[in-house]
């Protein structure tokens, strides 16, 4: 079925027009033809000016459709346009299109300035975007950060360095630290008895509770050596209290290995002792290695004595050096072990024994 067109004003304001306009020629119709009223020169220019009358009134009205049907017009354009302008009152205009033109004009700011205000907004919300998604890649950097970073050092201290405005020396310097190695005595002759797999479960469980033991302490895992361990005590914190945490360290770990050889014969693993040397002295930290493979790591001849004095540990021994044996002596029973030379030394080093 064929849809009806709407009627325009201009065709209802033109019906309505003639119609009206038929009402004079019908009363003089009517006067002449029914009532025989005489055609006198009165009438004839009555006439004429209802005529006259009628015409401009036709042309004033055509006027104003006209002008309605223009702003009609200009109004769907300046709203389909992509920049909207106002639309232009001329003294002509009629009083009833002039309130019609200033409200559209007041609604057509608003919709600019809303638009300019999105546009705004749009904007910063794109910068805010890329904000949130640089703060959230720096997130997921510092959680892979934070992950890699635990392998070394407690988490608890990870939080502590993290929200720390101190710096903590963790690049290239030269610093007094305590070096601490522990090592499994006789590793080789048990090892050699044993399949390969038990030999790894067996040292990743020794391991996992040493390292536990370090962090608990304050320490830095520096790297394992086969089955040796190496570690760092004040760097985190102050230097003074490395020492103390380094001995407290090794008492607590000779202290869990003998718990932990209770489990290993339930699991028929092997038992066995660990040696502990302790040294404190100034040491230099730094990145060491080639372009490809860097290590974070700590050289010295501290490093060199501390290694040394972990193979004159006995079985469940600890044995510090001079230095560490004066910051801890107040705290920690030791006794003189004797004095061991040390490559490039001249002169002995004092050593001392952790216990009565």
Do not use: W
Not at 118 to 131: L, S
Not at 150 to 157: H, M
Not at 192 to 216: Q, S, T
Not at 267 to 279: A, L, W
């Amino acid at each position: 079925m064929k849809k009806k067109k709407p009627l325009r004003f201009r065709d209802i304001e033109q019906a309505s027009y003639s119609l009206i306009g038929f009402i004079p020629y019908l009363l003089a119709f009517y006067l002449v033809f029914h009532l025989d009223v005489e055609i006198s020169p009165q009438l004839l220019l009555m006439g004429l000016i209802a005529l006259i009358a009628h015409l401009v009134g036709y042309s004033v009205i055509r006027k104003f459709g006209r002008q309605l049907s223009n702003v009609r017009d200009i109004t769907g354009k300046a709203a389909m346009s992509e920049h909207k302008y106002a639309i232009e009152i001329h003294d002509n205009t009629p009083d009833e299109l002039v309130g019609i033109v200033q409200h559209f004009n007041a609604v057509l700011a608003d919709s600019e300035l809303a638009s300019r205000n999105f546009r705004e907004m749009t904007a910063q919300m794109v910068v805010y975007t890329r904000d949130i998604e640089r703060y959230q890649q720096k997130l997921r950097e510092e959680g892979v950060s934070r992950n890699r970073l635990s392998r070394y050092v407690d988490k608890s201290l990870i939080e502590k360095i993290v929200n720390s405005d101190e710096d903590i020396p963790l690049q290239n310097a030269k610093q007094e630290a305590t070096m601490f190695f522990a090592d499994i005595r006789s590793f080789t002759t048990i090892s050699e008895h044993m399949a390969p797999e038990d030999v790894i479960g067996m040292l990743n469980e020794y391991f996992d509770a040493m390292v536990k033991i370090i962090f608990k302490h304050q320490g830095i895992l520096d790297k394992f050596i086969g089955d040796e361990l190496m570690a760092t005590f004040g760097v985190i914190g102050e230097p003074e209290d490395g020492p103390l945490n380094a001995v407290k360290a090794a008492v607590a770990m000779q202290a869990r290995v003998k718990s932990l050889m209770s489990e290993f014969r339930l699991k028929n693993y092997p038992v066995f002792e660990i040696g502990i040397g302790i040294n404190t002295g100034d040491v230099v930290m730094g990145n060491v290695g080639s372009k490809n493979r860097m290590d974070y790591t700590v050289i010295g001849d501290t490093v060199n004595v501390a290694s040394r004095l972990q193979q004159m540990s006995e079985g469940h021994g600890i044995v510090v050096g001079e230095k560490t044996y004066q910051y801890c002596k107040a705290y920690v029973p030791m006794k003189l072990k004797g004095e061991i030379k040390v490559k490039n030394r001249g002169a002995p080093v004092k050593c001392y024994e952790v216990g009565n």
